[in-house]
């Protein structure tokens, strides 16, 4: 797509099934197109022979390899002029929730009578041109089971389409197009309450709990009015895969279960829940890398034989819910555990990076408080199995947390739910908060959040990340002699800029 012409027209190939919301033919243009989920959409709709094009303020990966595949990307400031040519019957523009309707792009395209799309309805029409579509909803895990069922999909010869909120290992990319639309799987994003857009033929709801306090303002309470919504929208013939552990789950499905037409089925993640559970784990063991065996049973008698590769009790959790869609789906048992557990791990779900001076470096996207500790903890049985290597020359290393809080609203909601989540970690350094386009609330700072932690840890510092100069001077008093010696351990963590610092610590060493 050539930003100052008119866009080439190209027809949906006669093997796919028109998409409802897009004509064939119609260029599309996604605004901040380098985004994870927006990105994935690009990715697929190039696939379905749409011309497709789009802006962003910076470059990425994700950037970088849909140019790969000739999607044009206008990189910098995002402006009118940078919109196609076409009218509303030849082109369509699709914005994200972080895109606001004030955007000079956004207003532009509706200046001109162009179609806007929101990124949840590109989506919604994608997987309604499946024949079978799997949903991955809640608020911990969605981007690795969808993951998991991504790969197990492609395993077991069903061509799946795939749209993740990370990188899968076995693509290389956030996203792929099934040729055959026989299935479609896709993380289903709570945090703008859109997930009651999807009516999925399985949906998996991984856990609730108030993570995104800007969308939520009246907190749980609004949570559960939009995951009621979500489940009574569903269909008779769906089904709904439910974590029969998670008490704000079970107080959700108490209030409406009759109202769900579709059938509910119960994952019991601990044994002590699996008395009306319809698929439950059973025989789990840690093991010294911090990996986890376990079997996944069904009432139907079969069994999946877990051992997976990626560490840390989250993930056999993730790992329950990938096999009993797969077994839903009626694969092969040992064809599901084959697959799972040759999964290593999402982008940024507990991505080992490399070393730096002996010291293992891990990039973690967890961000609100219950990810973090449940992080930790298999950062820190990690730690101790990397540190064995090295025992005779650092003793029993340590494990050291480099924290970007992200959003303003979310640390000052879970304020308390911060401070004492940390014991697993020897040395904690918290950065200013990641403000993901959200205005600063006072008293609610970088600075401030460290101080509090203190009082509940012995080792806490508090960098500033603000400016440029401030990531460089970062990567020197990580890389300053004595901070980080073999057999430590550092996890940075956070949805935000932070990410990069493990990798050019990495880079360097």
Request: overall charge negative.
């Amino acid at each position: 797509m050539a930003s100052s012409t008119q866009p080439t027209s190209t027809s949906t190939p006669a093997s796919c099934k028109p998409l409802m919301l897009l004509s064939p033919g119609q260029a599309v243009y996604f605004i901040g197109i380098g985004g994870v989920g927006m990105s994935g959409l690009a990715r697929i709709l190039k696939g379905l022979g749409y011309d497709v094009g789009g802006s962003d303020t910076a470059a990425s990966a994700y950037t970088a390899q849909l140019e790969a595949l000739g999607i044009a990307v206008d990189i910098g400031p995002q402006t009118p002029d940078q919109l196609p040519a076409g009218s509303a019957d030849t082109l369509a523009v699709v914005q994200s929730t972080a895109i606001g309707d004030d955007h000079q792009q956004v207003a532009a395209a509706r200046g001109r009578g162009l179609p806007v799309y929101h990124r949840s309805d590109v989506l919604q029409t994608i997987m309604a041109a499946h024949q079978t579509t799997i949903g991955i909803s809640g608020t911990h895990g969605k981007t690795s089971v969808t993951g998991m069922v991504g790969q197990l999909l492609i395993d077991c010869g069903r061509q799946p389409t795939v749209v993740a909120g990370g990188k899968l290992p076995q693509l290389g990319t956030n996203a792929c197009h099934g040729p055959s639309q026989q299935v479609a799987v896709a993380e289903l994003d709570e945090s703008d309450g859109t997930v009651v857009k999807y009516n999925p033929t399985y949906t998996v709801l991984t856990n609730l709990e108030l993570d995104h306090p800007d969308h939520y303002t009246d907190g749980v309470t609004q949570l559960l009015e939009t995951f009621t919504t979500f489940l009574t929208g569903l269909d008779a013939g769906s089904g709904v895969l439910v974590n029969a552990g998670c008490p704000l789950t079970r107080r959700l499905l108490d209030a409406i279960k009759d109202r769900v037409a579709a059938r509910l089925v119960f994952v019991a993640l601990d044994k002590a829940d699996a008395n009306d559970a319809d698929y439950w784990l059973d025989q789990m063991v840690e093991r010294p890398d911090g990996t986890f065996a376990a079997e996944l049973h069904s009432r139907r008698g079969e069994v999946v034989s877990l051992a997976l590769s990626t560490p840390g009790r989250a993930m056999v959790w993730n790992a329950a819910f990938a096999a009993a869609i797969g077994l839903e789906l009626e694969c092969l048992p040992a064809s599901i555990a084959d697959s799972l557990n040759r999964f290593t791990g999402m982008g940024r779900r507990f991505e080992v990076l490399g070393e730096y001076n002996g010291a293992l470096v891990v990039d973690d996207y967890a961000h609100h408080p219950t990810e973090l500790q449940v992080t930790l903890s298999a950062a820190r049985q990690r730690q101790r199995y990397h540190a064995t290597t090295w025992k005779e020359a650092c003793g029993e290393g340590r494990l050291i947390v480099l924290l970007q809080p992200h959003r303003y609203m979310r640390v000052h909601t879970l304020w308390q739910d911060y401070l004492t989540i940390f014991g697993e970690a020897d040395v904690v350094v918290v950065l200013d908060i990641y403000a993901a386009g959200e205005a600063p609330i006072e008293g609610v700072t970088g600075q401030r959040l460290a101080e509090a932690i203190s009082q509940f840890h012995h080792t806490v510092f508090y960098w500033p990340s603000t400016e440029a100069q401030d990531w460089q001077r970062i990567l020197a008093q990580l890389k300053a002699p004595g901070f980080l010696n073999p057999g430590d351990c550092l996890v940075t963590m956070g949805a935000g800029t932070v990410t990069q610092v493990g990798r050019q610590l990495v880079e360097a060493s």
